[in-house]
């Protein structure tokens, strides 16, 4: 049940809960909930009785003026106007007791005793009946019998208005029909001794329907508040269940858009690890054709050729950066600085399209990251957002801000567990997105963009950068009002230079002595057997005496049976159990002046151990006699 000083039995119910803790006593949740229910029924008693106080009072005032009318004739005229106006002040106290009350209701307040105000006051108007019926008026029977009447009609009144007020009721049938009953019980005669009796048993009659009228609403009230109170519960449990199913879908929705993007991921790689293993063929071949072919029209094709696969080997290292096998650098740097010392080269890409702001701060944001690896997706973030700015042009903000997320915080951000990052916030006043594209964003290959004007590569490639950094990214945007995109990455305390989530190809320096490679013995090991032909025609061309292996069992049984081995080639990812790091350190064992150099389609996948030197796939001729070169001369 609403009612209007409901906020203030609330805060009273709030301090009565909070006295009971702080005095020791332990209230179980029902024994809380009663006394709750109990003061509001209490108060929602004092709030009717005070609603219609306003009619007992009139009727009181117009009763004792009709009653002082009626008895003028009677030679006790200053008697009456001095009853009158007791009474006429009585009411007026009375009435400014409501005042008071209803404006202590609209604040709140339920600090004074209420219904012990209401019922001293009933009592004083009850008495000035009661006393002034025995003193004030007549002794002739038909005043006596008149007055009795009129005390016994405003006694009945008092129970239908003071009703949900015992206290107030019962002070007022006391006082205003027991002195009169005592007059007439002190008369003595039969007929009065009767009246008395008869006006005790009216008082007591009305004193008990009273009471049990009292009970009656004091049960209905409270039924009321309960079944309030528990409607309010209920909503509120169904206002958390939308807000937690609400959260859990949106919670299924990433999950699924993030193992779609997982298994895309997991299928791009897969294709573009052997894409780079053809086109290792394609590039290898290339490059022991050229040093075959004399200049002229033949060079020039495979030359065209050679561009033609070195874009496809771009293409691949895009594809690997989305499925999250690109090799990241990972070191602890000022975020705020590399974005400033990039600046100049963002403001340059979107000067045709609008403007540029960049929010900072002056203090560093040391976080972990690939500097370059960071500025290409900066780079491709920028650009996406000048691509979207009106033809009249538009804004770009490029904000920084260090940020700690909790566990409820960090399930908004695919793949992110709670700590503390650093956000990077690419906003724009463009076109925005409807919530179908928004669907399909960080896909590789998918473009909104004119035929020609993109490959739809570049936000796929700033996914798989913050995903493999140990951030994440998150894009909000509606149509017509711009996009939103949020990349976080690991913050930094700034005192390390910090650990490699995957680290960089190994660059060994030329040492001053020359290795002749007809006393190396190197031993190649690759599953797929066009890339091990090549490998190995490769590593002969260079004058290297060749072994080759398909597997790492193969692998590791030569070495146990030649003695002349003096490098270890391997693919990273092949069969039978054993990948190419795990060979390495079984290989490390048996000899460990044994020199190895690891290669892959992949651009080293995080789980290697790639404490060994490292050549990516594809490589050209040229690359692999220098790296056979630096590692066979690093000591």
Not at 108 to 116: C, H, I, M
Request: proline content about 5%; some cysteine; aromatic content about 6%.
């Amino acid at each position: 049940m609403e009612h209007r000083i409901g906020a203030g039995n609330h805060k009273r119910d709030q301090r009565e809960a909070r006295g009971a803790s702080a005095s020791g006593t332990d209230l179980a949740p029902e024994d809380t909930a009663d006394e709750h229910s109990s003061a509001a029924v209490h108060s929602d008693q004092l709030r009717i009785l005070f609603t219609q106080a306003p009619i007992a009072l009139a009727v009181n005032v117009i009763v004792a003026s009709m009653m002082a009318a009626a008895l003028v004739p009677v030679d006790q005229r200053r008697y009456l106007v001095f009853w009158l106006g007791l009474m006429s002040v009585t009411i007026a106290l009375r009435a400014l007791l409501c005042l008071w009350y209803s404006r202590a209701a609209k604040a709140g307040s339920s600090a004074p005793p209420w219904g012990a105000y209401s019922a001293l006051g009933s009592g004083v108007t009850g008495a000035l009946w009661g006393i002034g019926g025995v003193l004030l008026f007549p002794d002739a029977d038909r005043y006596q019998m008149f007055i009795a009447l009129t005390i016994a009609g405003m006694c009945a009144g008092a129970v239908a208005v003071n009703v949900s007020h015992f206290p107030t009721l019962l002070a007022f049938i006391v006082t205003a029909i027991f002195p009169l009953a005592l007059r007439f019980a002190l008369k003595a005669t039969t007929p009065d001794e009767m009246l008395a009796g008869m006006m005790v048993v009216f008082a007591v009659a009305l004193a008990f329907a009273g009471y049990n009228f009292n009970r009656s609403m004091a049960e209905t009230l409270r039924l009321r508040i309960d079944l309030a109170r528990n409607a309010r519960a209920l909503e509120a449990t169904n206002i958390q269940l939308r807000d937690e199913s609400r959260h859990r879908r949106a919670a299924e929705d990433m999950l699924r858009r993030v193992e779609k993007l997982d298994a895309l991921g997991r299928l791009t790689g897969g294709l573009a690890h052997d894409f780079n293993n053809l086109l290792q063929i394609i590039i290898g071949n290339l490059d022991l054709l050229r040093s075959r072919v004399t200049p002229g029209a033949g060079e020039r094709l495979l030359v065209a050729a050679h561009e033609g696969a070195d874009r496809a080997a771009k293409l691949t290292h895009s594809l690997l950066a989305f499925a999250r096998d690109q090799q990241l650098g990972v070191e602890v740097e000022d975020l705020n600085a590399i974005i400033e010392d990039f600046s100049e080269l963002l403001r340059d890409a979107v000067r045709e399209n609008g403007t540029i702001g960049f929010a900072l701060g002056a203090q560093p944001l040391f976080c972990l990251v690939d500097t370059t690896h960071f500025q290409t997706a900066l780079l491709n973030l920028v650009l996406n957002a000048g691509q979207a700015l009106p033809p009249q042009g538009g804004h770009i903000a490029v904000a920084t801000q260090r940020v700690g997320l909790d566990e409820r915080q960090a399930a908004e951000y695919p793949n992110l567990k709670p700590g503390s990052y650093v956000m990077v916030t690419v906003s724009d006043t463009g076109k925005g997105m409807s919530p179908e594209v928004m669907e399909h964003v960080f896909e590789p290959f998918y473009t909104t963009k004119e035929i020609g004007k993109g490959s739809g590569l570049g936000l796929s490639q700033v996914w798989g950068f913050a995903i493999q950094s140990g951030g994440s990214i998150a894009m909000t945007s509606r149509p017509n009002e711009g996009t939103t995109v949020r990349m976080l990455l690991p913050a930094a305390d700034g005192r390390s230079s910090a650990a490699a989530i995957s680290p960089r190809r190994v660059a060994v320096e030329p040492a001053a002595a020359v290795v002749k490679p007809e006393s190396v013995t190197v031993l190649v090991v690759e599953d797929e057997p066009a890339v091990r032909s090549f490998m190995a025609k490769g590593v002969g061309e260079l004058g290297y005496r060749v072994l080759t292996a398909a597997d790492g069992p193969s692998a590791l049984r030569l070495l146990r049976e030649r003695a002349t081995i003096n490098l270890l080639f391997s693919d990273i990812m092949m069969p039978n159990g054993i990948r190419g790091d795990e060979l390495a350190k079984e290989a490390r064992k048996l000899r460990p002046e044994l020199k190895v150099l690891l290669t892959s389609g992949y651009s080293a996948r995080p789980e290697a151990d790639l404490a060994f030197p490292f050549l990516q796939k594809p490589f050209s001729h040229r690359e692999l006699a220098q790296t056979l070169g630096d590692v066979l001369a690093d000591d």
